[in-house]
């Protein structure tokens, strides 16, 4: 069975910082990854994945991930936040390789909050 | 546009009755998905369907229902089984699994308060 740990419930941080929300999986297959955000009482927008290929995903509204095998990690990141960033992260994986059609394993989410 | 519509946005029911969850997708997508959201428990699987009148139980399927008549629709009933029913639902969709992609698309979300 596939798991997903998110090592943060909440991080808090400054305007214009750097920021990077952290994700962990365990699974005994090849999985794809994901990142999806929430705005309050909003549902979920896909951020970015990684299916193959480089580790280093580029997705929307500045934020990039690195897919670490080794580690079985995949780290979010943002060079430079905004106020607007404040939200809900949450990281998920599934099996590609598996019998259960496209089913996605969340961890427990980031909350993201940009102070000025 | 194309995408999926979640109605109604907030639903209020007294305990004791049952209540439908409506979910609409024009995607074209074949699977649709229904995630139970609680504070600082991230989403958890209800119920999923890979294709018209055909669905599987997901993780937490115990006093839910749902049927799949339709491709572009994927209703979701809390029964009055359901023993903590108060929560946000938000269904999902995803296209063809040949396309090597599991991505899912999510609607906007209900948010059920039963008092």
């Known amino acids: 069975a596939q798991s997903v740990t998110q090592l943060d419930s909440q991080v808090p941080v400054f305007e214009e910082a750097p920021v990077e929300l952290r994700c962990n999986y365990s699974?005994?297959?090849?999985?794809?990854l994901f990142w999806y955000v929430q705005y309050p009482n909003q549902g979920l927008q896909l951020l970015l994945k990684?299916?193959?290929?480089?580790?280093l995903v580029k997705g929307i509204n500045g934020f990039e991930a690195e897919f670490n095998k080794s580690q079985t990690s995949f780290h979010l990141r943002k060079p430079s936040v905004h106020i607007s960033d404040t939200a809900e992260y949450f990281c998920?994986?599934?099996?590609?390789?598996?019998?259960?059609?496209?089913?996605?394993?969340f961890g427990q989410g980031t909350i993201l909050t940009v102070h000025p | 546009d194309g995408g999926i519509t979640q109605s109604p946005k907030y639903l209020f029911r007294k305990e004791g009755q049952n209540v439908t969850l409506s979910c609409e997708q024009n995607?074209?997508?074949?699977?649709m998905y229904w995630y139970r959201q609680d504070p600082g428990q991230g989403l958890r699987l209800i119920y999923y369907?890979?294709?018209?009148?055909?669905?599987q139980k997901g993780d937490i399927a115990e006093g839910y229902s749902v049927s799949r008549e339709k491709k572009e629709s994927f209703p979701l009933t809390v029964t009055s089984a359901q023993k903590n029913p108060t929560a946000f639902y938000l269904c999902?969709?995803?296209?063809?699994?040949?396309?090597?992609?599991?991505?899912?698309?999510f609607g906007p979300g209900t948010r059920l308060t039963v008092l």
């Open positions: 998920a994986v599934s099996d590609p390789g598996g019998t259960s059609y496209g089913k996605l394993t």
């Open positions: 990684y299916l193959s290929g480089s580790t």
């Open positions: 995607l074209n997508h074949d699977a």
């Open positions: 369907s890979q294709i018209v009148n055909d669905f």
């Open positions: 699974s005994s297959v090849s999985v794809y």
């Open positions: 999902a969709s995803s296209p063809p699994r040949l396309r090597g992609t599991d991505t899912q698309y």
